[in-house]
């Protein structure tokens, strides 16, 4: 019983410490300003990617080249993307504020997709 209760405590840590982790990588790639080059290789239309352009900014992340430096941070985000639409999906028909919490929080995974592909589109790998 105590080994279970560990167990609950240390999943229940990592993952608030994970959570902490993913939303100060999106608060400080928000500060990041996106240049025209995202824009066009993106085919973002707006001023900001939205939530719905996730998946395609990150499989242009994965084609750039790499430099190796931001790895864990993609996979990372990845994940609290995923995480946040299940929230979403979950509290849609229950939370419209959870839902309207997590719509915010896929806009800024797409930021922070977009923000990658420029650094990567800015600084080849050689």
């Known amino acids: 019983m105590v080994t279970a209760l560990m167990l609950m405590f240390t999943l229940f ?6 959570v902490s982790y993913c939303r100060t990588l999106l608060q400080v790639y928000e500060k990041i300003e996106l240049s025209d080059q995202v824009g066009e290789v993106g085919e973002i239309t707006t001023e900001a990617p939205c939530a719905c352009d996730f998946g395609h900014l990150m499989q242009l992340v ?5 430099p190796g430096d931001d790895s864990s941070e993609i996979l990372a985000i990845s994940v609290y993307y995923h995480a946040a639409s299940l929230i979403r999906w979950l ?5 419209g504020r959870i839902s ?3 719509q915010s929080e896929l806009c800024r995974c797409a930021y922070f997709a977009a923000v990658s592909l420029d650094r ?4 080849p790998a050689h």
């Open 62 to 66: 994965r084609a750039a080249p790499d």
């Open 100 to 102: 309207c919490w997590a």
């Open 13 to 18: 840590a990592l993952g608030q410490f994970s």
């Open 91 to 95: 509290a849609a028909p229950v939370s």
């Open 120 to 123: 990567r589109l800015a600084h």
